[in-house]
């Protein structure tokens, strides 16, 4: 049976439900028998919804799609090594967010839910907000006030409400949550259906590869967006015969905001309180994330790791990734920094895959400061 499952007290919900949480406050998940028709697969169009049997959406007509997904797989050389990277930087608003903001905003329109809240460091925003425009449901995105001019831009003009709050991350994320008791919350991190829509990000991957599964998969971390959708995406993958195995997940962090890094390397049972800094990875500077916990889960399942980089080492990756002709965010850097860190130890036999997140377009104030090199 199909229904949404309580993290914190076990309680079932159908899947048709209009909650983002439990009534306990807990955490959602979703149970959901995902299949992989493979030949029919094969016939449909190259688009994310090629996967449709995988996707908890029931009627078609819900769909609101600009036909997103099925980016380039390609080659990338770091220093001499090969790795394959997605251009997920190539979705309809510019980020791979469009991923989970098309599975969820198709859920709401089945939903029948009029509007929604949400929050952001500036791309799912705009993702929630493009994606509301196609559905004509009426949308209200919460920012931090040093959000990118390029991504208030994109919210405005896609015809949301902005509110831009003072403070921190944390308080965005506070002022969301007051009106989310009001308003169903379209959130990237607390609403289910975003991260089954990241999770295709998983079944691309492997159909593109053949059928099969990466040896590691290199993910950046903030809220754990696409690395919590990636994880159910390649456990669906394993539990339908489809794999053999699953990839191990290292995930990236910026030093100076890394309370899962440090979490994961103390072992610790909790999150820590950190001293967040100002770092050029805006869209992963996230001190407390809902999730944290189910986050540092997947990456020991996984039998993954956590490494840190740091703003220098972000913008030199930004700068050489921009001279092989990819027009980077800053953020999307600090993953093919995390590469660069990685490929120090890889097995040479190994077929790892990363991506790049979000398009340097959305940050042209920043990247106006980076030295050409």
Request: glycine share 8%; net charge positive.
């Amino acid at each position: 049976m199909d229904k949404l499952i309580c993290t914190k007290c076990n309680k079932n919900f159908p899947l048709n439900e209009k909650i983002w949480k439990c009534r306990c406050g807990g955490l959602l998940n979703i149970g959901f028998n995902s299949t992989f028709p493979v030949d029919k697969i094969r016939k449909r169009k190259p688009t994310m919804w090629r996967y449709r049997e995988a996707i908890p959406v029931s009627d078609d007509k819900n769909i609101i799609s600009f036909d997103e997904g099925f980016t380039p797989l390609i080659e990338v050389d770091f220093y001499g090594k090969s790795v394959l990277i997605k251009q997920d930087h190539l979705f309809p608003t510019g980020s791979f967010k469009d991923r989970g903001a098309s599975v969820l905003i198709s859920k709401v329109r089945e939903l029948e839910i009029k509007k929604v809240v949400e929050d952001s460091s500036g791309n799912a925003g705009s993702a929630i907000a493009g994606y509301c425009a196609k559905a004509q449901i009426d949308c209200e995105i919460f920012v931090p006030h040093d959000t990118s001019p390029g991504k208030l831009a994109q919210i405005r003009l896609y015809k949301a409400k902005l509110n831009k709050i003072q403070g921190s991350r944390e308080d965005t994320a506070y002022a969301v949550l007051k009106a989310a008791e009001k308003c169903y919350y379209a959130s990237h991190s607390w609403n289910p259906f975003f991260f089954h829509g990241t999770k295709t990000f998983a079944f691309e991957v492997c159909e593109q590869i053949g059928w099969k599964s990466p040896d590691v998969v290199i993910l950046p971390v903030g809220n754990g967006t696409l690395l919590l959708g990636a994880y159910i995406g390649f456990n669906e993958l394993l539990g339908a015969g489809i794999i053999d195995k699953l990839p191990r997940i290292i995930a990236v962090q910026s030093e100076n905001c890394a309370p899962l890094f440090r979490a994961f390397k103390g072992n610790l049972e909790e999150i820590p309180e950190i001293d967040k800094k100002d770092t050029l990875a805006e869209g992963i500077a996230i001190a407390k994330p809902v999730r944290g916990t189910h986050i540092i889960e997947a990456v020991k399942r996984s039998n993954g790791d956590f490494i840190t980089v740091d703003d220098c080492e972000i913008k030199t990756s930004l700068i050489d990734m921009c001279k092989k002709g990819f027009y980077i965010e800053p953020t999307a850097a600090s993953t093919t920094a995390g590469i660069n860190k990685y490929l120090q130890k890889i097995n040479p036999n190994e077929t790892v895959v990363s991506l790049i997140t979000g398009n340097g377009l959305k940050t042209t104030e920043k990247m106006l400061q980076i030295p050409n090199g």
